[in-house]
Nanobody, 125 residues
Framework: QLQLVESGGGLVQPGGSLRLSCAAS????????IGWFRQAPGKERELVSC????????NYADSVKGRFTISRDNTKNTVFLQMNSLEPEDTAAYYC??????????????????WGQGTQVTVSS
């Protein structure tokens, strides 16, 4: 059974950091493009960052550029999202998504066929 599991969320003060992980089970992650999305209450799910199969193509939402870094370790079947200088506006449920059909990576939710259950990130003092 193909499964994505996010971890690493929590409560952090503004200016703090968190590292999210997206671990895959039941399939080899290195043939999949990965996207990190987030959804705040009352808002649509939006792309945070995405990375192609081998990491050669990476995109970030303008709101997180310079603060967040996506990376992948295919030997560990895991993709990471390092989040620094967190702001209250970053508060949301964060989801990772995967799809093997993407040549690069995509910001479109519909482009991804597999989704994790999400991990909550709350930035508050």
């Amino acid at each position: 059974q193909l499964q994505l599991v996010e971890s690493g969320g929590g409560l952090v003060q503004p200016g703090g950091s968190l590292r999210l992980s997206c671990a895959a089970s039941g399939f080899t992650l290195d043939v999949y493009a990965i996207g990190w999305f987030r959804q705040a209450p009352g808002k649509e799910r939006e792309l945070v960052s995405c990375i192609s199969r081998r990491g050669g193509s990476i995109n970030y939402a303008d709101s997180v550029k310079g603060r967040f870094t996506i990376s992948r370790d295919n030997t560990k079947n895991t993709v990471f999202l390092q989040m620094n200088s967190l702001e209250p506006e970053d508060t949301a449920a964060y989801y990772c998504a995967a799809d093997a059909r993407l040549v690069g990576c995509s910001g479109a939710r519909a482009a991804y066929g597999y989704w994790g259950q999400g991990t909550q990130v709350t930035v508050s003092s």
